[in-house]
């Protein structure tokens, strides 16, 4: 059996799919799975044994010439490239007019979520059979449930898996793990999910003195930027440019990570790596890091969780240490107090203990 995943973007959207790829191999011995997905997350699909095939698209890049680039030889190719197979069946995982059109490009009956149960509805329109999921599901197990219903299997929720080779992701060879490294995941889309750089440098010494080394990858020259910042008088390693092969190679490696509300939070969730991601403006509920040795630090300040891009604190400054702490909604995860917990999470999964990112839901999980 012939299955084509469409699921193009976001990078943490990509990563929520790979769970229900597995639920469906270990139901379904027999199905091979195509992939959909935006271009620069290429790599991220084939880390999963279950998918034979990437077919990589650029919407991102051609939206900025639309006319040229879809009367253009490229979009032909991949048109060609996704009708090159038909597919017993088209899963469209993502619930976006634009992964709804990229669906019925594909030959295969075609399914999604219903349009009480999807982001846009009107990409119900591309779909020959729908499905209702609620939202208040974690979007990983909304992508269980909609998988598990297409290709009518069981499968166990309190387990979760996201099926990464790492013989995949590191070329055939294997990742060597150390007690000694931890990574500093800084980089972010929004300015409001920016932990403060002051925070970041305090930690890294704080890291270092408990004999820690620190490693700061960074994707654009912004985070570049940021990182070399964040490693002045600290001790901390800048990272080169990193591949997301690379990148998770060293997230695989590391004692654990620290991280801000980013798409490569997920990429360590994945990899199970011990991990605690930092919320401010937004809410981890249902959409958050999702699986072993999780753990969230939630913003109990005034206004949060706004999720805005843009702060719109107008109250007094906060302030720590004679320094304005912005966004404010951080001042509740100072540096001493992260790395309390940090080293607390890093107990616990060495100890063998099941950490989720539910504290009352710790149970749902099981090891890999």
Known sequence: MRVLIVKVSSLGDIIHTLPAVTDARRARPDIVFDWVVEENFAEVP????????????????????????????????????????????????QGLIKSGL??????????GLSDSTIREPLATLFY????????????????RQLFARALQYEYNPRTVDYGISSALIAGGNEIASTRKQVVFLHGTTWA????????WRTLALIANEAGFEVLLPWGDAGERARAESIAADSGATVLDKQSLSGLASVLAAAAGIIAVDTGLGHLAAALTRPTLSLYGPTDPGLSGTYGHTQKHLHSDFACAPCIKKTCAYQGAAVLQDGKEVAPPCFSTHPPAKVWREFTALLAEAAAGRRVSAYGEAEERFTRQ
């Open 102 to 111: 990229i669906s019925r490009l594909a030959r295969g009956l075609t399914v």
């Open 46 to 93: 084939s880390w999963h044994p279950a998918v034979e095939r990437v077919i990589p698209v650029a919407l991102r890049r051609w939206r900025k010439t639309v006319l040229r680039s879809f009367s253009g030889s490229e979009f032909k190719a991949f048109r060609e490239d996704i009708q090159r197979e038909h597919y017993d069946l088209v899963i469209d995982a």
């Open 128 to 143: 020959n059979k729908v499905y209702s999921v609620p939202w208040s599901e974690h979007a990983v197990d909304r992508v």
């Open 192 to 199: 409001t999910k920016h932990w403060p750089e002051d925070y």
